[in-house]
């Protein structure tokens, strides 16, 4: 069997037959395993993530100078500068994740990433600081 008999497509890779290939002489050309979506989604929080991280650390310290005074505030969800760090963190990485996949999976436009970005703010703004509270009540019982 020749590389050459399989009509190019988006999930296979073929060779031309004067480049060296890495499979065995005979056997199929390897198959790329990972899906479009996929590929996208991990693009994207390869590249927002740290760029969000970074944001929300710079951020935190700029608007938490009183955080560690003795007279400091205690944690509010639905006031963000009484938030740690840690829970600042996870509510960027949950805005970023959410805003990856809604952008993968949405088709690429300006619209598409604006509807995204409200979405994945909704998520990160609305249901986390409400978890935060519905689950601080349920442990101080």
Same mark, same amino acid.
């Given at each position: 069997?020749?590389? /050459? ?8 890779l073929?060779? +031309?037959?004067?480049? %060296?290939?890495?499979?065995a %002489?005979?056997?199929?050309?390897p *198959?790329?395993?990972?899906?479009v979506?996929?590929?996208?989604? =991990?693009?994207?929080? $390869?590249?927002?993530? %740290?760029?969000?991280?970074? @944001?929300?650390?710079?951020l #935190? =310290?700029?608007?938490?100078? /009183?955080?560690?005074?003795t ?11 009484? &938030?740690? @760090? !840690?829970? +600042? ?7 970023? *994740?959410?805003f $990856? =996949?809604l952008?993968? &999976?949405?088709a690429?436009?300006?619209f598409? +990433?604006?509807?995204? !970005?409200?979405? +994945? $703010? =909704?998520v990160?703004? !609305? @249901?986390? %600081? #409400? @978890? $935060?509270?519905?689950?601080?009540k349920?442990?101080?019982?």
């Open positions: 069997m020749s590389c /050459r008999s399989f009509p190019p497509t988006p999930s296979r073929v060779h +031309a037959k004067e480049q %060296p290939s890495y499979h %002489p005979g056997s199929l050309p *198959v790329i395993a990972m899906p979506f996929l590929v996208e989604f =991990l693009g994207r929080i $390869a590249v927002m993530l %740290p760029v969000i991280l970074i @944001l929300v650390v710079v #935190w =310290l700029i608007f938490n100078k /009183r955080r560690h005074d007279f400091a505030p205690a944690f509010s969800p639905s006031d963000m500068r009484t &938030w740690s @760090l !840690g829970f +600042a963190l996870v509510d960027g990485m949950v805005f970023a *994740v959410t $990856a =996949l952008s993968a &999976w949405m690429d436009s300006q598409s +990433a604006g509807v995204a !970005g409200g979405l +994945a $703010a =909704l990160a703004m !609305g @249901l986390v %600081p #409400w @978890l $935060a509270t519905r689950y601080a349920l442990s101080n019982k």
